[in-house]
């Protein structure tokens, strides 16, 4: 059996519990398949939820005929791998990690980096005129380096050396600077904290990265359709053509939520008192 039951208190679902006074079964291999309730006679918790596990332990086996375990045909896509994106480690400079210029003072940069889009250097090789690389910010790590940050991106535009060939990476210990303002929208869209071409640090190292990515869809795990937003791997390479051998795969965590986890669970009565309602899974 692939589904899950809670046969704890204060469950007491014992659909997948064998029963000692007759031949060690289960429900399930007794053939139960549905709890007929009776007027006069009071329902249980435990029938409610073995109501549960046997409706769910028939999609398991209706799913099992029909899906393997990952993505839905049709309601989810397989993942993909983007191996033409980079990293770039980043020195934040002290000013700004612990200090902002005003209104913003105390908090600094750091708590705003996910509102960077958009990084540039000023390339300049002493013989050609100064010139921008830009690149997109994708995501951002924090590094074990007090104020280092690792930025994912991809590259937006390239310079030319003197010899006339393009250069498309942040060269180590040049300055970053922001291409866009921050304007963080809590505060107005009239208020910016960082403005664009803000130095904000110098590069430490940079290389090459891979974005694995699985979109939002249904998947058939451990015998439920089970919806899953947009899933997110970062990671740095060695090298451009580094060759990859491994399959991405989900953590699947089987929990039980209850009204103290989860706020929207507590039921509005008509003496207009919060109830904790049902715990959900």
Known sequence: MAIKTYNQQPYVDDFGVQDLKF?????????????????????????????????QNQIDKLGKGVFKEGPVPELAVEASLDRSISYVDVTIDASLATTAPAPVYESGLIPYLDLIDEIQIAYDDGSSPLQLIKAEVLHYQALATENSYRFFVKYLSSAQDSAGENVQTFAVGST????????????????????????????????????????????????????????????????????INAKLVFKVAEIIVNFQTDTSLLAVSYTHLTLPTSDLV
């Open 23 to 55: 031949n060690n079964k289960t429900a399930e291999e007794k053939n139960f398949l549905r709890i007929l309730f009776k007027p006069g006679v009071s329902v249980q918790v435990r029938e409610l939820n073995q109501m549960q596990s046997i409706l």
């Open 176 to 243: 970053v600077q922001l291409s866009n303002p921050i304007v963080p929208t809590d505060q107005g869209s009239d208020v910016t904290y960082y403005g664009s071409g803000q130095n904000i640090g110098s590069v430490a190292s940079q290389g090459s990265a891979i974005h694995a990515k699985a979109e939002k869809g249904i998947y058939f795990i451990k015998g439920q359709f089970v919806y899953s937003g947009d899933q997110d791997v970062y990671a740095p390479i060695p090298a451009n053509d580094y060759l």
